[in-house]
Each structure stands twice: as structure tokens, then as C-alpha cells.
């Protein structure tokens, strides 16, 4: 990651955590040119769940393993919820095609991250 502390948590190792975090922070950035009216609307429910992502994954990562892969399927329930807040914002012409597709990019290897760290936890 790009930030730097004398303090570390087991979980910032988890590359799909990484991944979600900077997707937040994405997010974040593009919905600054979103109109004023969907400040409470679109940018809020859009910055939230794409946030929600890394916060299911932190929040689950230092319990048991069902526990962590109930959190995990929250997060994927988030990573959906943003497919929808991304179609949204390019149906409104809040974002171009390529911030759209790149967004479905990201959440398409963030959804496989978490589906193969799901199996990983239920096969042990």
C-alpha cells in the first residue's frame, strides 16, 4: 500500500483489500463531479457501499473463519451494490464509458478475490 505507519494490521496484507480501498478512494474522487442534487443520493449510497467493501473485509479478517466469510459475503453484497450506483452514475452521464467499464473491471477482480478467498475458507 501507499501510506506508510509504524503500525501494521494482518489484514492490509490481503491484496483484495488493497484492491477495495483504492476502489473506495476511486469512487470517492468521481463522485466529487457529480451533480450537488445527489449529494445525499447517488454520492452518498455510491461512496458508502464501494467503502463498505474494505470495511466487511478488515471487520471480519481477525475472527473465526465462518465469521470472516459471512463478512467477506457482505463485502461482495457491496461490490454488487456498487455495479448498480456505477450503472446509475453512467446512465446519468455523471461518468464516461471508460470510468464505467473501469469500475466493472475493478469490481469483477474484487468479486473473484473474494469468492476464491470464501472457497479458500470453507475448505479448511
Known amino acids: 500500500m501507499e501510506f506508510e505507519s509504524n503500525y501494521h494490521f494482518s489484514f492490509e496484507n490481503l491484496k ?41 473485509i478488515s471487520e471480519g479478517s481477525g475472527s473465526t473463519d465462518p465469521n470472516f466469510n459471512r463478512y467477506l459475503k457482505m463485502a461482495w453484497d457491496s461490490s454488487h451494490e456498487c ?11 455523471y461518468i464516461s464509458k ?8 475493478v469490481l469483477t477482480e474484487i468479486g473473484k478475490m473474494i469468492f476464491g ?8
Open 16 to 56: 483484495v483489500y488493497q484492491k477495495a480501498v483504492y476502489f473506495g478512494e476511486t469512487i470517492n474522487q468521481l463522485v466529487d463531479k457529480f451533480p450537488k442534487k445527489e449529494m445525499y443520493r447517488l454520492s452518498s449510497q455510491f461512496c458508502r457501499a464501494a467503502d463498505s467493501i474494505a470495511a466487511n
Open 83 to 93: 455495479v448498480t450506483w456505477n450503472t446509475k452514475a453512467f446512465l446519468r452521464k
Open 117 to 124: 478467498l470464501r472457497s479458500k475458507l470453507k475448505s479448511k
Open 98 to 105: 471508460e470510468e464505467f467499464e473501469n469500475n466493472r473491471a
